[in-house]
């Protein structure tokens, strides 16, 4: 069973830009997740999806979005980029529940921000 | 707000001693997960326990969850360099589906 894939893995963008990752959960899977991983702050949670839902939000700005398709792809959009958003973004999907059941993670995509 | 610590935040041990990382959760945790990340990787989930007292072992590797289920340790006997990496406990937002990471432990591994 292919694992979870994330798109694009690196990407450059400069402040002000926009930017929209892409998350693709192992199949049968309905739950996606994201987080954000710096250096700094370590792996904070951004928001979770579940059937097409934003069940789950964490303490990031309104500028940081997403959405899940009906296949259970999910994607993420981060509005008007600031030098902080440079990040890995990590999607991981599971079952049903996050957190009660392993999270698989994707390989990440590499954000910078210039 | 609900917080993860893990101690120590870096460790570096020469191959063959043992290491131990501690993760300390500021509320009780209906179950607690490990996960390993190697440089330049992503997480990937090693184990969960739910049971408070709770010991499982991976050979080399034996995770504990505390009476209270607010700790957990995990601990490595006779490191090898393939242990080299960041390893976070995880648990539960409370009051939502989804996980609340440690700081992380990162383990260098001295041939």
């Known amino acids: 069973k292919a694992g979870v894939t994330q798109t694009p893995r690196y990407l450059i963008k400069t402040r002000g830009q926009q930017v929209t990752l892409s998350c693709s959960p192992i199949?049968?899977?309905?739950?996606v997740s994201w987080y954000q991983q710096t250096p700094g702050q370590g792996l904070q949670f951004l928001f979770e999806?579940?059937?097409?839902?934003?069940?789950n939000k964490g303490n990031f700005p309104g500028r940081f979005s997403g959405r899940q398709f009906s296949n259970s792809r999910s994607e993420m959009n981060v509005s008007t980029l600031e030098l902080g958003d440079s990040a890995l973004y990590l999607c991981?999907?599971?079952?049903?529940?996050?957190?009660?059941?392993?999270?698989?993670f994707g390989p990440g995509t590499r954000l910078l921000v210039l | 707000g609900q917080q993860v610590m893990q101690i120590p935040q870096y460790q570096h041990v020469q191959e063959g001693e043992d290491f131990t990382t501690y993760c300390n959760s500021s509320?009780?945790?209906?179950?607690i997960q490990w996960y390993k990340q190697r440089p330049g990787g992503h997480p990937v989930f090693l184990i969960q326990?739910?049971?408070?007292?709770e010991v499982k072992k991976q050979k080399r590797l034996t995770f504990q969850f505390g009476e209270a289920k607010k700790n957990s340790s995990l601990h490595i006997t006779a490191t090898q360099t393939t242990d080299v990496g960041t390893y976070f406990c995880a648990g539960p937002i409370r009051g939502a589906n989804n996980l609340f990471f440690g700081t992380g432990t990162r383990l260098t591994v001295i041939p």
């Open positions: 509320t009780t945790l209906s179950n």
């Open positions: 326990l739910v049971k408070s007292g």
């Open positions: 991981a999907s599971s079952w049903l529940d996050g957190g009660k059941e392993t999270q698989y």
């Open positions: 999806y579940f059937s097409e839902t934003q069940r």
């Open positions: 199949s049968g899977h309905r739950s």
